[in-house]
């Protein structure tokens, strides 16, 4: 099973998919490529694949991502080897953006779709610049891709709003746990408990 998160930049989804690996057993996490440069807290291989553009282009040429996007001036993009490898372990997550998101559910109609919310623009807005990673411009820039990234939310099979970050991971870590708890999904594992019923010779 594939879940996908997405929502604005700032909205916490990473913070949230990091919480939900950590408590949820048999769920993968899908680590994209991107051109941007790596950051001090994070790690190649775990949270990215750090790449230059052009090998970048090279992977777009050769059709080895299943999802692809430029966002705020980086491009960042799921790879086919990626999910092939992550999704033979177990249930696989992936935190991607609005735009890759789209791509995915085109192509994999059965996957679970999750969309995260901030409670409000103002809080959103603060969040941004309390990262004091970006200058004024940069922080703008993410806001008003922001306002036209939250008109898909309608297209998502959920909808969290990280108003609280405990609630938020408690309510997607439900989701994840529901999902594999739907009849098609356990389809296999009830037919040889049912069967178990009719083979039982004599009984009570």
């Given at each position: 099973?594939?879940?996908?998160?997405t929502?604005?930049?700032?909205?916490?989804?990473?913070?949230?998919?990091?919480?939900?690996?950590?408590?949820?057993?048999?769920l993968?996490?899908?680590?994209?490529?991107?051109?941007?440069?790596?950051?001090?807290s994070?790690?190649?291989?775990?949270?990215?694949?750090?790449?230059?553009?052009?090998?970048?282009?090279?992977?777009?040429?050769?059709?080895?991502?299943?999802?692809?996007?430029?966002?705020?001036?980086?491009?960042?993009?799921?790879?086919?080897?990626?999910?092939?490898?992550?999704?033979?372990?177990?249930?696989?997550?992936?935190?991607?953006?609005?735009?890759?998101?789209?791509?995915?559910?085109?192509?994999?109609?059965?996957?679970?779709?999750?969309?995260?919310?901030?409670?409000?623009?103002?809080?959103?807005?603060?969040?941004?610049?309390?990262?004091?990673?970006?200058?004024?411009?940069?922080?703008q820039?993410?806001?008003?891709?922001?306002?036209?990234?939250?008109?898909?939310?309608?297209?998502?099979?959920?909808?969290?709003?990280?108003?609280?970050?405990?609630?938020?991971?408690?309510?997607?870590?439900?989701?994840?746990?529901?999902?594999?708890?739907?009849?098609?999904?356990?389809?296999?594992?009830?037919?040889?408990?049912?069967?178990?019923?009719?083979?039982?010779?004599?009984?009570?």
């Amino acid at each position: 099973m594939i879940f996908v998160i997405t929502g604005p930049s700032g909205c916490g989804k990473s913070t949230l998919a990091g919480l939900v690996l950590h408590k949820v057993a048999n769920l993968e996490f899908s680590v994209s490529h991107t051109t941007r440069i790596k950051r001090d807290s994070e790690e190649e291989g775990r949270d990215y694949y750090f790449v230059p553009g052009k090998e970048f282009e090279k992977m777009i040429k050769e059709k080895k991502f299943v999802e692809w996007a430029e966002v705020h001036g980086h491009c960042y993009g799921t790879s086919r080897k990626e999910l092939e490898k992550k999704g033979a372990l177990g249930d696989l997550l992936l935190d991607i953006d609005v735009q890759g998101a789209q791509q995915i559910k085109e192509k994999y109609k059965k996957a679970v779709f999750i969309f995260i919310l901030p409670p409000s623009f103002a809080e959103l807005k603060r969040r941004l610049q309390a990262r004091g990673q970006e200058s004024s411009a940069s922080v703008q820039k993410r806001l008003d891709v922001a306002k036209k990234e939250i008109r898909h939310y309608s297209q998502f099979d959920f909808l969290v709003v990280n108003d609280n970050l405990d609630k938020a991971a408690a309510e997607l870590e439900s989701i994840v746990v529901s999902t594999r708890c739907r009849l098609k999904v356990r389809q296999k594992e009830v037919l040889p408990i049912l069967r178990s019923f009719y083979e039982e010779k004599g009984g009570a």
